[in-house]
């Protein structure tokens, strides 16, 4: 590490790094558009100009993504000669920006505003007619491009190039007619073309998916963990006014995902969206339908109805976490049962960058505590001879599949799952939260714990996973239920 | 007109381009002098810096000096090279396009030259795309030289080898940007590089190499057959030696001439392109291109060195002297410049891409009759806000900078068209038509 001044103070700085990064590492604010801490610098945009003065020579404005640490140096974010020249830079960057902002989906989020909003000048001084471009351009299935508010910073360009290694997009034409294109006008492909909508630096790149969906100040963010794969990814999780999942975005962690995410954990909220939840339990009625019930009411059930016993098959979910995990064991040393969990087959989705083939996000985490990997089939015909059986946790039903309907309803089967799980052999269902509704760890294939976090409230009625659990462990134990307060459904 | 002259000397005759014509003018004698002596490169070098040879691209960089940042071969062993730039794109230049043509051997001699002092393996010639006729013959000359074992491996019986290889550009005035011209090479958009890293460190393909200009390395067979003294008789103390200056615009008799540093800008219009045509008064000129700053007709016994023209605002630059008579209208020549610089501006740097697009379309407005009182200080702010430095390459300078020297000489005549709501020069029946 290298020591140079900043504003006045001494820091630290990585000399192989550029200028702007010790600044950034300092949370000394500088605007940046075509640097990207992940990708290589270019200084083409030339917003992050700072001042900078190197032993005798006067201080010149420079811009930081391109200006090599040096000891001694001293650094000023903040002089006259630095706001003016990021303020003309601005005014040149807005010089053919539609200022579409109110009907852009990237407002609030974007740096051109905000950039604009700290340093920039509220009047425009152009009357020359801005330009026009495509506003509607396919990029493939993930992205659409408005080519007029692109600033050019050729991030999205450089990702292709250097992070998935498949370059696909081009800077074309020349000078003021430069646009962003893909070679030939062919659709993106690959999985991570979602990554250069986090990417842009203003509203050019929009996902499909999101675009005119959420306003982002309406957006609650959470941290979480991407529950496609064993990767477990670092995510945010964003939820439009308590209710749906609008986004997952990757979430910096040097150890697991850098800045990106594949476009299957991004687009990864549909079971979480989800309108068929188990708002409570249901236990079977005698007509054979079901019927809604308190879960402190269903739990009662389950001791009834006998399901609690050594020779009940217990399966988990693969979405179970850590902490989850350790009740359940709890409750199965408690019947004397072995608990597995259901392992789905590797998908073809594995990749060089980040997605495992894996569907298991805590395959690590639930082996390590001692739970069986198997498989669907194994688990059904496990389940066909034994006379009671424990499923638990979100998707487990779904990840069973076929053979559970095919199951003898003479069974007695308990269900912890978010979804009614109904199947003849299925006698008592309780609702639990899934994972954005839910605190707990993961451990994804290298052993890093990730943590996942409630993005949103499960709805009421439903209990923590791990509250059933120690309940059901309970009724086990004393064979007698413990009273509990009424309203205390959480 | 009585100075001495060698850059030209030889052209005139009819095979000036073959080698017979070369060598009968004593070519190849300094290389085959180094080759035969064993020349130390470092001897070069200093004999180099002694000359004051300057870069003639426009930058005016000691060439010595600048032979001297290559890295030393002992211990740095990668692939070296020279790019030669004969990508001859600036409005008004047109000096380069004489030597390849008439003078290829010259101009071949020199990189050969350069080479062996910069312990160089290969040459690429860049040369500008609608320069057919120079191309061909430069290509012509190298084939010439290869049978004679000029070019190639052990050149001359020597243990010096060195490639030379010719491309031809595609029409970008960016690919004569030293770092756009690498990556034009490169096969690859002419995008200029940020520096640092700078070529001597990392060029062509990564390894260690100097851009010089025709002109540049043309001078260097002269000064190793004459010495570096006898270049230092001519031209000024800074300015040493002579150069092509291409004079061009509203002359009798445009054309290239050889001119010692520190002449009279006045003498070179008079006495060699025959004064200002039809009679007519010179209003204005660029001493050194149309990226250099316009200075009026009172500046015209300013001699023409790096110093001086610097004194009066504006830049030496490629000696490209584009003269303007009465008749011209600054708006109008401001407007065609500011549009060459919006069309060949790589679009890399915002302050470039927007700002010579913008400069462009305030000068057209003005022009026809649509300009606003604020534009003047609009087009000096938007200049300030593109210059010095602010960009990777200096294409966003070339810009401003014409546009604050024709607001700093010109402004009541950029206000008069405002004013008038029109170019007040026009004659009626052409305002009205």
């Known amino acids: ?490 | 007109m009585s100075h001495e002259t060698f850059l030209l000397d030889r052209i005139g005759s009819e095979d000036s381009h073959t080698l017979d014509g070369y060598k009968r003018a004593g070519g190849y004698e300094a290389l085959a002098g180094i080759l035969k002596d064993g020349r130390d490169p470092a001897d070069l070098i200093e004999e180099f810096k002694a000359s004051g040879l300057r870069g003639r691209g426009g930058a005016g960089f000691p060439t010595g000096l600048k032979f001297s940042f290559m890295p030393d071969p002992a211990k740095d062993k990668r692939t070296r090279y020279i790019a030669l730039n004969a990508d001859e794109s600036e409005p008004g230049t047109c000096k380069d396009r004489v030597l390849l043509r008439e003078d290829p051997h010259g101009v071949l001699e020199g990189c050969l030259i350069a080479a062996y002092t910069m312990r160089v393996q290969a040459v690429y010639i860049y040369v500008r795309g609608e320069y057919r006729v120079p191309y061909q013959r430069m290509a012509e000359a190298i084939a010439e030289a290869r049978k004679a074992g000029l070019v190639g491996k052990e050149v001359l019986g020597s243990d010096f080898t060195c490639e030379v290889y010719m491309h031809k550009g595609a029409g970008a005035y960016i690919c004569g940007e030293e770092t756009g011209l690498m990556e034009s090479l490169e096969g690859k958009r002419g995008h200029p590089r940020p520096k640092p890293p700078f070529p001597a460190g990392f060029g062509l393909w990564g390894q260690p190499t100097t851009v010089n200009n025709v002109e540049t390395l043309f001078n260097l067979p002269f000064i190793v057959n004459r010495g570096a003294d006898w270049f230092r008789t001519m031209g000024t103390e800074k300015s040493t030696g002579n150069f092509l200056c291409g004079i061009s615009g509203h002359v009798n008799k445009p054309g290239v001439y050889e001119v010692p540093f520190g002449i009279t800008a006045r003498t070179i219009l008079e006495d060699y392109a025959g004064g200002v045509w039809k009679g007519r008064e010179l209003k204005a000129w660029f001493p050194g291109g149309s990226s250099t700053g316009l200075v009026p007709a009172s500046f015209i016994d300013t001699a023409m060195d790096h110093d001086s023209i610097k004194g009066i605002g504006s830049m030496f630059g490629t000696a490209a002297m584009i003269m303007l008579d009465e008749t011209a209208c600054v708006v109008r020549s401001s407007h065609v410049i500011a549009r060459f610089y919006d069309h060949e501006s790589c679009g890399q740097c915002s302050q470039c891409r927007e700002g010579t697009q913008w400069l462009s379309q305030i000068f057209e407005r003005i022009e026809a009759g649509q300009g606003r009182p604020q534009d003047v200080e609009l087009l000096v702010e938007l200049s300030h806000g593109m210059t010095p430095g602010k960009t990777i390459c200096a294409l966003s300078d070339a810009a401003a900078i014409p546009t604050l020297s024709v607001v700093k000489h010109f402004r009541a005549e950029i206000e008069a068209h405002v004013e008038h709501a029109g170019c007040p020069l026009r004659a009626p029946a052409e305002a009205t038509a």
């Open chain 1, 1 to 490: 590490m290298t020591k140079i001044i900043l504003n006045g103070r001494e820091i630290e700085a990585d000399p192989k790094q550029p200028l702007i990064a010790a600044i950034h590492a300092d949370e000394t604010p500088v605007p940046h558009y075509c640097y990207h801490p992940g990708l290589s610098p270019v200084g083409s945009c030339r917003i992050c100009q700072v001042e900078v003065k190197q032993g005798e020579m006067p201080a010149r404005v420079v811009v930081a993504c391109r200006t090599p640490v040096a000891a001694g140096m001293v650094v000023n974010t903040e002089s006259e000669g630095a706001h003016k020249a990021r303020k003309e830079c601005l005014e040149f960057l807005l010089k053919n920006h539609p200022l579409d902002c109110p009907i852009c989906d990237k407002a609030g989020e974007c740096t051109l505003q905000d950039y604009s909003f700290d340093e920039g000048q509220g009047v425009g001084r152009s009357v020359e007619p801005r330009r026009k471009l495509e506003k509607r351009k396919s990029l493939g299935d993930v992205i659409l491009l408005d080519q007029e508010r692109c600033i050019l910073c050729s991030r999205c360009v450089r990702f292709f190039e250097e992070v998935p290694k498949s370059p696909q997009l081009v800077v074309s034409q020349r000078g003021a007619h430069s646009v962003i294109e893909t070679f030939m006008d062919r659709p993106l492909t690959g999985n991570y073309q979602g990554n250069i909508a986090d990417l842009c630096p203003v509203g050019a790149l929009t996902l499909k998916e999101f675009r005119f969906e959420a306003r982002v100040w309406n957006l609650k963010k959470s941290a979480s963990t991407c529950a496609e794969c064993s990767r477990g990814c670092a995510i945010t999780t964003e939820v439009l006014r308590g209710k749906s999942v609008e986004r997952f975005r990757p979430r910096y962690d040097a150890a697991k995902n850098g800045y990106w995410m594949c476009d299957t954990g991004r687009f990864a909220w549909g079971h979480a969206n989800s309108e068929e939840r188990l708002a409570g339990s249901a236990v079977r009625a005698s007509g054979g339908g079901w019927q809604a019930v308190d879960t402190a009411d269903a739990i009662e059930s389950v001791r009834d109805l006998g399901a609690l016993r050594a020779d009940a098959v217990v399966i988990a979910s693969p979405f179970l976490t850590v902490e989850e995990g350790r009740e359940l064991l709890e409750l199965c040393s408690a019947l004397g049962a072995k608990p597995s969990f259901v392992s789905p087959p590797a998908n073809d989705l594995k990749d060089d960058l980040l997605h495992t083939g894996d569907p298991c996000p805590n395959r690590r985490g639930l082996t390590d505590l001692g739970f069986e990997a198997a498989t669907a089939e194994e688990l059904c015909e496990r389940l066909a001879q034994a006379p009671a059986a424990l499923l638990v946790g979100e998707r487990v039903g779904e990840l069973l599949g076929d053979g559970l309907a095919e199951l003898s309803d003479a069974k007695r089967l308990v269900a912890l799952e978010c979804h009614l799980l109904d199947i003849p052999a299925a006698d008592i269902c309780i609702g639990v939260p899934n994972h954005v509704e839910r605190t707990g760890t993961w451990i994804n294939i290298d052993g890093i714990e990730g943590k996942i976090g409630p993005a949103r409230q499960a709805p009421s009625g439903v209990w923590r996973t791990t509250r059933v659990l120690s309940e059901l462990c309970a009724a086990v134990g004393a064979g007698a239920r413990q009273p509990l307060a009424k309203g205390d459904a959480r």
